[in-house]
T-cell receptor, first 116, second 110 residues
Framework: DVKVTQSSRYLVKRTGEKVFLECVQD?????MFWYRQDPGLGLRLIYF???????EKGDIPEGYSVSREKKERFSLILESASTNQTSMYLC???????????????FGEGSWLTVV | GENVGLHLPTLSVQEGDNSIINCAYS??????FIWYKQESGKGPQFIID?????DKRQGQRVTVLLNKTVKHLSLQIAATQPGDSAVYFC?????????FGKGTTLSVSS
């Protein structure tokens, strides 16, 4: 089975702190994604990566950056956390050639971040 | 980006009933659609998918219908069980990421 692991399930950080959310997948997938999920807004794409050291902005990249130094690991970085970044963050991965080729996206269990 | 929306934010059914969850999409270029189920405190899990060259696909107790004319997608769950209680999202591609709707919360009462 595909496993996408988000190392931190629950975090509480202070405004202005630098926050790292880590995600690791064990299926040698090319594509990795970071979404945030908020009540009433569904899942919104922050950033994605289709290869090591490659990244693309999603719909809401402001206030975030990402790092993909190794194929299996995709990190989401909040350079200076703010209260409006309190949310659940979901990491996902998929094989090359993307969803429409029959390769669906697999999600981790989520990281709940509270910024106070 | 394009919005993929669900018609109802909540749906309540009795155990044993059939459930129908609807979704409207707006991107005519989308050629692949997926339904996800998300239980409380967990990440979304794949349920069933359908390509744009199909109008119906069946799984175990679930059926997805696609109407490209009106850009409508639906998920039918037969004989709904309490374990089906969750939030259901439809999603569409443009490659390589998915765009998700806002979700429908399905509540099943015994």
């Amino acid at each position: 089975d595909v496993k996408v692991t988000q190392s931190s399930r629950y975090l509480v950080k202070r405004t202005g702190e630098k926050v790292f959310l880590e995600c690791v997948q064990d299926m040698d997938h090319e594509n990795m994604f970071w979404y945030r999920q908020d009540p009433g807004l569904g899942l919104r794409l922050i950033y994605f990566s289709y290869d090591v050291k490659m990244k693309e902005k999603g719909d809401i990249p402001e206030g975030y950056s990402v790092s993909r130094e190794k194929k299996e690991r995709f990190s989401l970085i909040l350079e200076s956390a703010s209260t409006n970044q309190t949310s659940m963050y979901l990491c996902a991965s998929s094989p090359d050639r993307g969803p429409s080729s029959g390769n669906t996206i697999y999600f981790g269990e989520g990281s709940w971040l509270t910024v106070v | 980006g394009e919005n993929v929306g669900l018609h109802l934010p909540t749906l309540s059914v009795q155990e044993g009933d059939n459930s129908i969850i609807n979704c409207a999409y707006s991107n005519s270029a989308s050629d692949y659609f997926i339904w996800y189920k998300q239980e409380s405190g967990k990440g979304p899990q794949f349920i069933i998918d359908i390509r744009s060259n199909m109008d119906k696909r069946q799984g175990q107790r679930v059926t997805v219908l696609l109407n490209k004319t009106v850009k409508h997608l639906s998920l039918q769950i037969a004989a709904t069980q309490p374990g089906d209680s969750a939030v259901y999202f439809c999603a569409e591609t443009p490659e390589p990421a998915l765009i998700f709707g806002k979700g429908t919360t399905l509540s099943v009462s015994s």
